[in-house]
């Protein structure tokens, strides 16, 4: 179910596009079947039949009603053997077992979404959970925080872990890279950010970092920051415009999957010290790149990047400034990032997902 695909895609539309995609490939052809809003992106090439809402779905509670009534009937009219949401939540009314992927629980965490968003999803989380046949959470981290807050899901969880998007297979040529940076004004050095703007991304701490990473090392880089604005995104750039290195602060706004590759093999490191995720993508393509990574000691990010990178305290300006010092000046250090990353996130691949995906559909079929 493709509700996720709106564009611009971010981290759960990029789930949902390359599962649909390692699932098709897996699956014996007119096994899959996709259901989709109808501003869904372009899904050229994903295997499987489609099935398009009938109407426009432009906010949330259209979504919601066109999830729980329409989607339901086209299950059974297609009898599904199985059906899987890739975010967060469930038709109350399917006639198959279903599948539930939770990809964190940051909606719990009052300050981290907003308050529509929160409701939405304490409620209809709730609701899926206690539905689901199975449910795939992304990483051992949000496994353990389902169980917790929901107990009756023990016994009925798996990790499925991601996989890395095939455009980030192969280094960028060093001569693409620079006409890149010309194109794009990155004249100088630069530390990368990736993601949208939103609290729990923690950038007002991060720019308090690169501050004093200027100040007490001298680092000569801009700080780059890529992503669409997020929900309450005030305080962040208020941080960007307010910085006495503001002139170094670069904000990129959104930028094209295809330009990504470039965009992580020019930086000299990349710095993604959120407060809370369930997986996070960047992590992933920045390694598979080479390009350093300093990013937090806290829920999934550890168990992404294993020994490959640089772990900081994300509450803790002193412990992120101390993190990118390190990244930026210590050759041996960087070195070695660069080398491990690549091996690490080659360990991540779509086509393990998808199998071990099918295998929980089986797992759900069975009632095992």
Known sequence: ?????????????????????????????????????????????????????????????????????????????????????????????????????????????????????????????????????????????????????????????????????????KRPAESEVAVFRREHGLERPYVLFVGSIEPRKNLPRLVQAFERAVAEAGIA????????????????????????LAGRIRRMGYVPDANLPLLYAGADTMAYVSLFEGFGFPLLEAMAMGTPVVTSNVSSMPEVVGGAALTVSPKDVGSIAAGLISALTDSGLAARLREAG??????????????????????AMSGA
């Open 1 to 169: 179910m493709a509700r996720s695909l709106r564009p611009p895609l971010t981290g759960i539309g990029r789930y949902t596009l390359n599962l649909a995609r390692a699932v098709g490939s897996a699956l014996p052809k007119g096994s899959l079947s996709l259901f989709l809003t109808r501003d869904s992106i372009s899904l050229n090439g994903t295997p499987g039949d489609r099935a398009t809402a009938p109407l426009p779905t432009p906010h949330e509670l259209l979504r919601v009603a066109w999830e729980q009534t329409v989607v339901p009937l086209q299950a059974r009219g297609k009898r599904l053997d199985v059906y899987h949401s890739p975010n967060y939540t469930l038709p109350l009314a399917l006639p198959c077992p279903g599948v539930l992927t939770v990809h964190d629980l940051a909606f719990l965490r009052g300050r981290l979404h907003n308050q529509r968003l929160q409701i939405y999803l304490r409620l209809f989380t709730n609701i899926g959970v206690r539905r689901a046949s199975q449910i795939i959470c992304v990483s051992e981290a949000t496994r353990a925080d389902v169980e917790l807050k929901y107990p009756a899901a023990r016994g009925r969880t798996s990790v499925v872990y991601s996989g890395l998007d095939p455009r980030f297979e």
């Open 221 to 244: 880089h801009d700080l780059v920051i890529c992503g669409p604005w997020g929900w309450r995104y005030g305080r962040s750039a208020e941080a960007m415009e307010g910085s006495p």
């Open 342 to 363: 690549p091996e690490r996130a080659r360990e991540f691949t779509w086509e393990r997902c998808g199998r071990e995906t099918i295998e929980v559909y089986r797992r």
